[in-house]
């Protein structure tokens, strides 16, 4: 099986577009003009990562990545009876949709005689109607007639005159292979190498990140030199101090508030057999870690998103510099 066309809508910087894919393929151009985002848009197709509401082309709420394979084995040909063409091809689509919902979906050569279509199988199950249609012969001769019946002989007449129906190329309104997930490998495997490391590991406010320890810095700088962060911090640690039973010398907290002493009572109740009590202690935050941690980076080359959404080129930029 192997990847024949690229059809691309709606993925990133990606409005519209289809690639014609060959056995080597070798994708040139500038820095920060779409090449990770057609990579990235295959590796969503094969489930390799997921979609989020910052991979919608500027607002739309709708997309779609859908392939073309060729090149089938038996095996495959068997698996996706229902799907393939009469040129040995089977059209997937994956369809993504804002709030975390997708489907898959592939397209179904339909026969353009309603009697001959799977959806209209339920129509013809009488006996007295079914024996006037062409496919009368493929019905079994005695016995209730069910709707798989009429599928299997609408198959049989489709297998025998292909040549003489008429079919229209159409997308299936149910789910591929009427499965909700499809299975990770069911259309083999794909490996990513990818070129550069992932920028994004770089560029968060965690310690451990190159960035991080840089910001890090910064936000020292900021709670040494600025009166209204001083402020801040010694109100919070006013704040935080009144809600704990004991003050900062041991005494009895006479400001604490008593919705808190109410809490840790009704709490001791429920384990007086048990001889225990409850004391919550709150500790007043450190605001440093406070801004880091609500901290987010983002990058804004005329669309606003975050750092592993840029291409490689862009994240190498920032990397270095």
Not at 167 to 176: A, G, H, I, V
């Amino acid at each position: 099986m192997k990847i024949e066309k690229i059809s691309i809508k709606n993925w990133r910087s990606i409005k519209n577009q289809v690639i014609h894919a060959q056995d080597l393929m070798v994708i040139i151009g500038q820095n920060n003009h779409g090449k990770s985002n057609l990579l990235s848009s295959i590796l969503f197709f094969f489930g390799e990562i997921k979609h989020h509401d910052l991979d919608f082309h500027r607002g739309s709420t709708e997309l779609f990545v859908e392939l073309q394979f060729g090149n089938l084995d038996d095996s495959d040909k068997t698996t996706f009876k229902k799907y393939l063409t009469s040129e040995e091809k089977i059209v997937v689509r994956k369809t993504a949709y804002s709030g975390g919902s997708f489907e898959y979906r592939g397209y179904i050569e339909n026969p353009t005689e309603e009697w001959l279509q799977e959806a209209n199988a339920n129509a013809y199950t009488k006996r007295e109607l079914v024996s006037s249609l062409p496919f009368h012969p493929h019905i079994p001769d005695t016995g209730r007639i069910s709707k798989q019946d009429i599928i299997d002989a609408q198959i049989a007449y489709i297998e025998q005159n292909r040549d003489s129906i008429s079919f229209s190329f159409e997308l299936e309104t149910t789910n591929f292979l009427g499965l909700k997930s499809v299975a990770s490998g069911i259309f083999g495997e794909v490996y990513f190498i990818p070129a550069i490391k992932e920028a994004s590991e770089d560029f968060t406010s965690k310690d451990s990140s190159v960035f991080g320890k840089m910001y890090a810095d910064v936000v020292a700088l900021m709670s040494e030199s600025n009166e209204d962060w001083k402020t801040t911090k010694e109100s919070l640690g006013k704040l935080f101090a009144t809600l704990n039973k004991k003050d900062k010398d041991g005494k009895i907290n006479k400001a604490r508030p008593q919705q808190l002493s109410d809490f840790e009572e009704e709490l001791a109740s429920e384990l007086v057999t048990w001889g225990a009590r409850v004391d919550i202690e709150v500790s007043s935050p450190d605001i440093e870690s406070v801004f880091k941690a609500n901290t987010q980076v983002w990058i804004d080359d005329g669309v606003r998103t975050d750092i592993k959404r840029k291409g490689h080129g862009l994240q190498r930029a920032l990397t270095v510099k």
